[in-house]
């Protein structure tokens, strides 16, 4: 995958010129997915760059707590129409055919041993789960559970989410995962893989440890 920047919104509307007003509303009507997103401002590849300065969410957690998440059978309530579908599927948030906006996941990505050696910050960097991570944590507003859209939006706080309501209220498990992964970044001034992430499990492994949640 390439880095791409966000479209401006100067780029949408030339975009929209070029193409003709009844053109790109036929597009914005037919365009049908479970994230709702605006097909003219998601582009076919997910931007990630390497780790930049700064507080930062926990990869070892992440990958075994929170990507199990959008893989996950699921129960959709749309309008009151129920069904079961999984973050990932193709018309939602899939890396290459989704229309959820920019919250992009790779459904085939592997897991890493973060313990390994030879799986250095580079190599880790280089992974469709890193790609997975890194897409969940621009979902995410340090210090505000609801304003971090990985929550607000499966959850319908003050947000549109075109998936529908995904978790009813903020006792189910897979809330508080994610609730405890933003509530719990690295230690200023250290990267994703510090191993000070190692506490956020039970034992203290990032291999054999459960998931805490409080």
Known sequence: MTIEPHRQKGDVARTCRSIGAGAALAALVTMVGCGGGNPLSNPPEVSNPPGATGQTLSYAYYQKCI????LAQLQINVNGVRSVNTCAASGCHDNTTGTGGAF?????AQ?????????TPTVI????????FY??????VFGSLTQS????KPRLLNVLHGGGLIFENDQDPNVKLLQYWINHPVPQGQDEFSAAANSM????DPNTGACNTQ
């Open 67 to 70: 990507n199990p998440i959008f």
């Open 104 to 108: 992009r996941v790779v459904g085939g």
């Open 111 to 119: 897991p890493l041993d973060v313990t390994a050696a030879g799986n």
């Open 125 to 132: 960097r280089a992974s469709d789960m890193y790609k997975n």
């Open 135 to 140: 897409s969940t944590q621009g979902e995410v």
């Open 149 to 152: 859209r990985i929550l607000a």
């Open 201 to 204: 499990f039970t034992p203290a």
